[in-house]
């Protein structure tokens, strides 16, 4: 009854729907960029490519065990990889030129998303950019470049088992990074500062290019991310690993989406790992749901590999956590976020790490309905630090 309570609480607070939000004035070019990735390392999967739905839901299975399958015990062989990937990008800049309008705030995407996450408007309503952080952010004076991720049309869509790994996701934004700042993408002047704002999976490559690559870095601001594993287990469970082939077969046809490319079953998994109720527009959830994209089995293969700890970066750091976070905190963050926590102590030669819980959001934060409060988070910060 107390809980009850609570609960109509809560629908009565959120009953009032969030306001449209005009657009501000900036320019968008999308363009796509070579980006070479140099000798990375490979894990040969030891096992076949899953010959159907059965064999994908038995990795998920596997995968649940140890995070970094196929883990210590079950040495793997390795290879290395040398090519050039297409990659997908826009690059938005206020139409008013300003001091912040020379950093760039370079946008990377999670699992299940194109770079839209980042630019989400519903079909409906195209004028509202309530859950565009892109608008807000050059509403902010600042430009952005997002990005789709290997495997995310129209970017390179390359073998999900062999090819589609973390190591190669990592090199590719470090690569993109190092064109960025030498000036060598002609879409993308020269910007003064850099930094790295991620989402779930995308921060975990930004917090890994920090690692790997701390002077390509200004400042990190790592969204739906804590550094802990223990969770990830739900989101395996809740997606149970469905061949996206079978899963939307008009927009995953099999010649091009493998068996080594997969989702979730349908919007209430959806739901599950990604949304907080009541508070999200459930026509959000379901243009979410309409278009997903795939994740791969390299990648899962793989994510062990990433390093996080980055004892090397200066760089001031912001963690803006979902309070009701499934897959990053079992959907409650209050608490794994202070100075001893594993968040914090990847950073230990920073000079500033911040975090900051939003409430009432699940993981996939831009897709609710205070996402713009938590864009004024983030933009409150970056103009705290300078950039
Ligand atoms: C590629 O990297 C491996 C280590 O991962 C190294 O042993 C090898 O020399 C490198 N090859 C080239 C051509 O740089
Ligand atoms: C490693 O490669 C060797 C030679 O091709 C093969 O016999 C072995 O089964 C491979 N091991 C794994 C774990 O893939
Ligand atoms: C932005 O676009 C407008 C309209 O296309 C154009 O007139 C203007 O020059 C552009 N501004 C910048 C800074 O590119
Ligand atoms: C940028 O282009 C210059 C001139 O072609 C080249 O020397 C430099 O290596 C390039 N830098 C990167 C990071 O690609
Ligand atoms: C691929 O999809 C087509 C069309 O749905 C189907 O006929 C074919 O059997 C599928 N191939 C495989 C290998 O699943
Ligand atoms: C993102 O995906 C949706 C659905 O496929 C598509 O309509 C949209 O054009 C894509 N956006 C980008 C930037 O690739
Ligand atoms: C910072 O963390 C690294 C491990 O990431 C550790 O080796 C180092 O001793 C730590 N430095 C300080 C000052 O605690
Ligand atoms: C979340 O965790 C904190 C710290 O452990 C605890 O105090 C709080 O009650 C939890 N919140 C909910 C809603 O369970
Ligand atoms: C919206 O987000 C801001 C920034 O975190 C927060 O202060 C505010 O309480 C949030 N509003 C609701 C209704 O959750
Ligand atoms: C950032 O937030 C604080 C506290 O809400 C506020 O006092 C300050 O004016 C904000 N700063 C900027 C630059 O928006």
Known sequence: MFFFALFIAALLLVGAEATAVAKNAYNCTSFVVRVPVDNVTLVVPP?????????????????????TFPGPAAPVNLTTLTTTFDISAEYCTPVAPGPKSTTLQILTHGIGFNRSYWDFYLPATPDDAQYSYINRAAGAGYSTLSWNR????????????????????????????????????????????????????????SNALAAVAPSLSDGLVLTAYSRLVTYQNLFIADTSFHLASLNQPDRFPNKTYSTG?????????????????????????????????????????TAGAL???????????????????????????????????????????????????????????????????AYDVVLNWTSRHGF
């Open 150 to 205: 290997l495997g995310i049309e129209p970017s390179t869509i390359p073998d999900p088992y062999r090819e589609l790994q973390s190591l190669v996701e990592l090199a590719v934004l470090t690569g993109l990074t190092a064109l960025v700042r030498a000036g060598n993408i002609t879409e993308v002047p020269r910007p003064h500062k850099v930094i790295h704002v991620g989402h779930s999976w995308g921060s975990i490559l």
């Open 47 to 67: 096992f076949p490519a899953f010959a159907d739905q059965y064999a994908a839901t038995a990795f998920s299975n596997e995968v649940s065990k140890q995070i």
């Open 261 to 301: 490319f997969l989702t979730w079953p349908d919007k209430y998994a959806n739901q599950f790992s990604f949304f907080l109720y009541p508070y999200f527009d459930p026509a959000v959830l379901t243009r979410a749901e309409a278009t997903k994209y795939p994740f791969t089995a390299g990648e899962f293969l």
């Open 307 to 373: 390093p996080s700890a980055a004892p090397g970066f200066q760089g001031p750091v912001l963690y803006l956590a979902a309070e009701a976070d499934l897959i990053f905190c079992g959907s409650n963050c209050t608490g794994l976020f202070g100075p001893d926590s594993a968040a914090v102590q990847a950073f230990n030669g920073s000079k500033s790490v911040e975090t900051y819980i939003q409430p009432n959001v699940g993981h996939g934060i831009n897709l609710h309905k205070n996402a713009t409060g």
